[in-house]
């Protein structure tokens, strides 16, 4: 697409060719040749140059206020203010205390590195115990990089809590930019979920309904027809921190078409691990890449800091790639063009330039290798191979925990087909090696500790993950894979569809715990499990069934199984899988719904949202209820599943999986 990026950089060629030779190339390649300039405007701005971008950034705060490229003067939004046009901030409170938003503005700039090749500004604050109480107590640092010949500008930051300072809490940490909206139009976020996107403008009162919570609405008056009548909402254009590569925004007006990306190379930095999701690209034209928060997961998964604790991070670097082609260039192009940006941007993680030793580089990172195998007599009575099992090294903690971890940094890789898997580019540290294989309930954790240091390459050898299983299966309803998605996701209603989602991802429609009232009018879901699929017959979410405008009732599901022989000794096992929990509380019956006392309840667990915000996972749970002999009965028997929490149509769970084990078999 760009043309410059086809061609050999100069400083491969100094040694081997002469100079008149590279004076050549450097005139050929316009900007390519450019050193990285640092230019001053006045006492409050500056400016980064390397005669391709121009980045000009607030002194001292360190607020992007201005990016040109391509001949355009401001890719962001003029009309916002210069503190609102691409930002670093955070959402923190005292324990106990209200949310506070802090902007996260630099006290201090100082220039890092300025050559040809490179130029690093930083802009920090330092936090003072005077400030006890309304300043977040962190030291800030946020960094700006660009470098000669690149098409874009990389940024990090490194948040510190020294040692003693005072307990806080941080619910979301992340930078944002807000683009021309007039220019940016075409959103991109996969290579399936790209579309035109509405003005901000649709979404203001008049233009647009509300729907259930403010991020969602409908839009009655659009500026433009073509959208009249779809469902906008932030949440549909979430991605899992694994998705998360590169997304962005294309302008495609009759001029020149242009992209801006944000470029993720590495997720090590997000909290939560592969499967947590995020906010990506949305309506505004806004492009975010959020750090931590508690989408998804719930406010309690957020970082806490206690007892003085002491903590540093590193958040990026992340790459903010500009790309360009003709007038008539259609944004699955440019598209495509920041696809193989990122793949080059893969190649080149960890960074070797940002100049902080807190960003370790490839010589200061270690690895970790092996082979995972699954052991379940039940299903073989040798060893199977975990293929394309997730495998992470994560803060040590309990089994399971990289979830909800959010202090430090997790890498993770998928194990091939043969279960082997390598884990490359940890930085130094003391880890658990953790791990979850598709098509198996639960998590395992290697007994062993793991300690990477510099150059470390740690071979495990084969590892053996015993899921959890106590008998053979003698029912089965769904794939053990901490998603929902395989359920039955009806159609949208009529009034809240958004277009992008009719024939993919049909989970991400708004407003679908509504349709299990329509489907569901009188009479809960019964699944039998001879004769119904899950596919067709289990609704994918557990949520109430409105009655009425706004009330809404605790709704019953059944599942009815034949037993023969039903065991005199030993006890039956289910095992019930969630891929979300919001305020729900699920009680479980064996053959009698007026049992006054359920024989299991999980309680009330769970605020991940996942259901109003269109996920098909949030926080995974796993059950284990021993199911006693004199609870079943021979022949026809009923489980009943009661989702009891009902104030809201909002609550509820999705199921992940569900399976019901026989008495042991084996010794
Ligand atoms: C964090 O807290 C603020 C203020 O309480 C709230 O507005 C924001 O939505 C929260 N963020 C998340 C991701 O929950
Ligand atoms: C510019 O600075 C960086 C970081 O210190 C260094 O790696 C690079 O070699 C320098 N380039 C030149 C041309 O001096
Ligand atoms: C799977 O891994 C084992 C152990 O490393 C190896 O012996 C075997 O050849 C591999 N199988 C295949 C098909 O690659
Ligand atoms: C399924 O149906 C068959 C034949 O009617 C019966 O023998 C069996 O027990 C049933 N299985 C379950 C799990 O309901």
Redesign the pocket.
């Known amino acids: 697409m760009n043309i410059v990026e086809m061609t050999a950089r100069p400083v491969f060629w100094v040694s081997c060719i002469c100079w008149v030779v590279l004076l050549m190339v450097m005139t050929l390649v316009a900007g390519e040749g450019v050193g990285v300039q640092l230019h001053y405007r006045g006492q409050h701005y500056v400016i980064m140059d390397n005669g391709l971008v121009q980045v000009t950034l607030s002194v001292p705060e360190g607020m992007v206020t201005g990016v040109k490229y391509n001949g355009i003067d401001n890719l962001l939004e003029t009309e916002n203010t210069e503190i609102n046009r691409g930002y670093y901030d955070l959402y923190w409170n005292t324990p106990g205390g209200s949310g506070i938003l802090d902007k996260m503005k630099g006290t201090n700039f100082k220039v890092i590195v300025q050559n040809e090749t490179q130029v690093e500004v930083s802009f920090t604050r330092t936090w003072k115990s005077s400030q006890q109480g309304h300043v977040v107590p962190l030291n800030i640092d946020k960094r700006f990089v660009m470098l000669q010949g690149s098409h874009g500008f990389y940024t990090y930051s490194i948040l510190e809590h020294l040692q003693g300072w005072p307990d806080f809490n941080i619910n979301q940490t992340r930078i944002v930019f807000k683009l021309n909206k007039q220019m940016f139009r075409y959103m991109a976020i996969s290579d399936t979920r790209q579309r035109r996107m509405p003005l901000p403008d649709d979404r203001s009162t008049g233009r647009a309904q509300a729907l259930a919570y403010p991020e969602a609405v409908l839009l009655t008056d659009p500026v433009e027809p073509e959208f009249k009548g779809q469902v906008d909402d932030k949440y549909q254009y979430s991605c899992t921190n694994e998705e998360i590569k590169v997304h962005g925004w294309v302008s495609t007006g009759s001029g020149p078409s242009l992209g801006f990306w944000q470029i993720t190379p590495s997720f090590e930095f997000r909290s939560g691990g592969p499967l947590k999701q995020e906010l990506t690209s949305h309506v505004g034209p806004t492009s975010l890449s959020v750090f931590f928060s508690a989408h998804y997961m719930g406010q309690n998964e957020v970082p806490m800091f206690r007892n003085g604790e002491q903590w540093k991070k590193v958040f990026g670097p992340l790459f903010i790639y500009l790309n360009s082609g003709p007038a008539g260039t259609h944004g699955r192009e440019l598209w495509e063009d920041a696809n193989n940006q990122m793949r080059k941007e893969v190649q080149s993680w960890p960074y070797s330039f940002p100049a902080s030793h807190d960003f370790t580089k490839r010589e200061q990172r270690g690895s970790a290798r092996g082979r995972l195998l699954i052991r379940d007599r039940y299903i073989n009575k040798e060893d199977i191979p975990a293929g394309f099992a997730y495998v992470g090294l994560a803060l040590p903690g309990e089994v399971g925990s990289w979830q909800t971890e959010d202090k430090g940094y997790q890498f993770w890789n998928r194990a091939d087909f043969n279960g082997s898997f390598s884990i490359d580019n940890v930085r130094s540290g003391i880890y658990d090696l953790y791990a979850w294989a598709p098509g198996y309930v639960g998590d395992y954790k290697c007994n062993e500790v793991i300690t990477i240091t510099p150059g470390s390459d740690i071979d495990l050898g084969a590892i053996v993950f015993e899921p959890l299983r106590d008998g053979p299966t003698?029912?089965e309803i769904g794939i053990p894979d901490r998603s929902a998605a395989e359920f039955f996701v009806p159609a949208p209603g009529p009034r809240y569809v958004n277009p992008l989602y009719l024939n993919q991802d049909r989970f991400r429609q708004y407003g679908l715990w509504e349709r299990y009232s329509v489907l569901y009018p009188d009479n809960d879901l019964v699944y039998?499990?001879?004769s119904s699929d899950y596919r067709r017959d289990w609704f994918f979410a557990h949520v109430p069934r409105r009655i009425g405008l706004h009330s809404y009732q605790p709704t019953t599901w059944q599942i009815?199984?034949?037993?023969?022989n039903v065991g005199q000794r030993g006890s039956y096992k289910l095992r019930l899988a969630l891929a979300s929990s919001a305020l729900a509380e699920l009680q479980v019956r064996f053959n009698d719904l007026n049992a006054e006392i359920p024989h299991f309840t999980t309680r009330l667990i769970g605020a991940d949202n996942a259901i109003a915000r269109h996920g098909a996972h949030g926080k995974y749970w796993l059950f284990n209820v021993d199911v006693q002999s004199i609870w079943l009965v021979e022949g026809a028997n009923t489980i009943f599943l009661t989702q009891k929490r009902s104030v809201g149509p909002l609550q509820g769970v999705l199921y992940d999986y569900i399976r019901f084990e026989g008495p042991p078999t084996f010794a």
């Open positions: 003698l029912w039998s499990i001879n009815r199984f034949n037993l023969n």
